[in-house]
């Protein structure tokens, strides 16, 4: 089983969508938790860390359930721009490993 | 400006030619780490490096070399290429206690 699982998608809604992804862990010594978002195989880039408390940013809401080992992005009202790999990243905090899910594929159409 | 600089971007060569990916960090960033990405598939620690002289090995780190003899730099060594390490590397850096990395723009590696 690998340490962090990812549904790979790929997920292709039309604009204007509510989109959720999953993502589970099986360190439970994990501490710290990620998205980061990839464009065609550029460098990943961080979207936003993800708290117990869950947080949002804008349209991206991130939820952690420490209980069940898996957070959760939620992204409101769909955007063109929002097509691209979404990676869940998980570490052992400063510990410097660092282990990422295979990504979930969003396409967002007109 | 801040960065993480990867050389070079491209590379093709043959198996078992020695070759060195570059990476250099300008934001005196504690720890570093090596990745490989292949197709459908996210990324994967190589290496990684917590400071100066400490190094560790992470998820994939057969078949390649890491050194880091100063804080800026974390070069990754290929000492025999096999095709099978045909695949695009990421540099990243990270402030120690601040678990958010920063990337630089990858090397697409081809070895025939």
């Known amino acids: 089983r690998k340490e962090v699982e990812q549904d790979p998608g790929p997920f292709n809604v039309p604009e204007g969508a509510t989109v959720a992804f999953n993502c589970t862990y099986s360190n439970s010594a994990s501490q710290s938790f990620f998205w980061y978002r990839q464009d065609c195989r550029k460098e990943p880039k961080l979207l936003m860390s993800?708290?117990?408390s869950g947080n949002e940013d804008g349209r991206f809401t991130a939820q952690l359930n420490r209980a069940s080992q898996y957070i959760s992005l939620l992204i409101r009202d769909s955007k063109l721009s929002d097509s691209a790999t979404y990676l869940c990243?998980?570490?052992?905090?400063?510990?410097?490993?660092?282990?990422f899910g295979d990504g979930t594929t969003l396409t967002v159409k007109p | 400006e801040a960065q993480v600089t990867q050389n070079p971007r491209y590379l093709i060569t043959v198996t078992g030619k020695k070759l060195t990916v570059t990476c250099s960090q300008n934001?005196?960033?504690?720890?570093m780490s090596w990745y490989r990405q292949d197709p459908g598939l996210g990324l994967r620690q190589i290496y990684y490096s917590m400071n100066v002289e400490v190094t560790d090995k992470g998820d994939v780190p057969e078949g390649y070399k890491v050194s880091r003899k100063e804080k800026r730099n974390f070069p990754l060594i290929l000492e025999s290429p096999s095709p099978n390490q045909t695949s695009l590397y990421f540099c990243?850096?990270?402030?120690?206690?601040?678990?958010?990395?920063?990337f630089g723009d990858g090397t697409r590696l081809s070895i025939l």
């Open positions: 993800v708290y117990s």
């Open positions: 934001m005196n960033h504690e720890y």
């Open positions: 990243v998980v570490n052992i905090f400063n510990a410097g490993k660092s282990t």
């Open positions: 990243a850096s990270s402030l120690k206690g601040e678990p958010v990395q920063h």
